[in-house]
């Protein structure tokens, strides 16, 4: 363990990117009061211009945020303890016990992540977006990502679908107005039935029951299954008109095929997958095949949820 100049320490790729000053408050008080209980792990880094306000690395002659303020050059990027070294520096401390590690990007990823979800937690957004980055950057699967981070993979799952919500939601969890619990029952959603879901939620006195929720969220996913089913038949004429205007008999449905009889409480993913399931019965394999092709690209697009 080292005690290192404050300012020679600029923030890593950190998870986390909000900092509540009441909190950081409390914490640099404790430090003064009784000593940092853990020092904070840092690695070397080149040595970069940063400002000696914020600490961030400045790109070029000063700081955006911060236009009057030194650069001071920077020796070592934070892996853990960012709020404990944000706090040595609102509370005037010169130097930070820290313990320096000769990491790789992705090793420090790794130590950032069990840092933050351990110590104090990631909002459900900040962590969705980390494991996100892990995937993305370093191409690992979900299970990777849920071991390197100590949870299930369906914990992580779970929180990645959160990227899947419109801003509006994504701004309404990470302010805490929304709970997880109640963005996570509206994943099925797209987009215009969030929407709808959100305008509910505003025109609702106080936050409804998680149950009473579910039933709000669960009457917008019937309504959208009834709308995208009834919206099919334009969207495949739509994709056939932009293919061709005038469509070859190669393309044209078979008449002989058999119809597509949906029950009226079916999703429109159901129904579709049903039909396929009925088109291999019948001998219609590579119609089938194609029904299954249409499916996942709808799904894709977001038009039906998944079966």
């Given amino acids: 363990m080292e005690r290192i100049p404050v300012a020679l320490i600029r923030p890593g ?33 080149p040595e970069l211009p940063s400002c000696a306000v914020c600490g961030y690395r400045v790109a070029g002659e000063r700081c955006d945020e911060h236009p009057a303020a030194d650069l001071v050059v920077t020796r070592y990027e934070v892996v853990a303890g960012e709020r404990r070294w944000r706090a040595h520096r609102l509370a005037g401390l010169s130097e930070v016990a820290a313990l320096v590690r000769d990491l790789s990007d992705e090793a420090a990823a790794d130590v950032m992540l069990l840092e933050n979800l351990t110590r104090v ?74 929407a709808a879901a959100v305008k509910a939620l505003s025109e609702s006195e106080g936050l409804p029951t998680l149950h009473r929720w579910r039933f709000i969220v669960g009457a917008l996913l019937e309504k959208q299954s009834q709308t995208a089913m009834f919206d099919l038949d334009s969207f495949f004429r739509d994709q056939l008109a932009a293919a061709d205007d005038t469509p070859s008999p190669a393309v044209a449905p078979d008449p002989r095929l058999p119809p597509m009889r949906p029950k009226v409480t079916d999703s429109t993913g159901r129904a579709l997958l049903d039909y396929a399931e009925q088109l291999e019965r019948d001998g219609w394999v590579e119609q089938a095949a194609g029904v299954r092709t249409a499916l996942a690209y709808l799904v894709k697009l977001n038009y039906v949820r998944n079966v």
Avoid at 23 to 44: D, M, N
Avoid at 133 to 159: L, M, T
């Fill in 13 to 45: 790729d950190n998870d986390r990117k909000v900092f509540r000053d009441a909190e950081l408050a409390e914490l640099a008080a404790s430090i003064v009061a009784h000593g940092l209980a853990q020092p904070i792990t840092v690695r070397p880094a």
């Fill in 121 to 194: 937690d990631l909002g459900p957004m900040e962590e969705a977006r980390a494991y996100q980055k892990r995937i993305e950057r370093f191409g690992r699967s979900v299970a990777d990502v849920a071991k390197a981070a100590n949870k299930s993979p369906r914990h992580v799952q779970k929180r990645l679908g959160l990227l899947s919500l419109i801003p509006e939601v994504q701004q309404l969890i990470e302010s805490r107005a929304l709970p997880v619990a109640y963005a996570e029952a509206m994943i099925a959603l797209n987009g215009w039935s969030q």
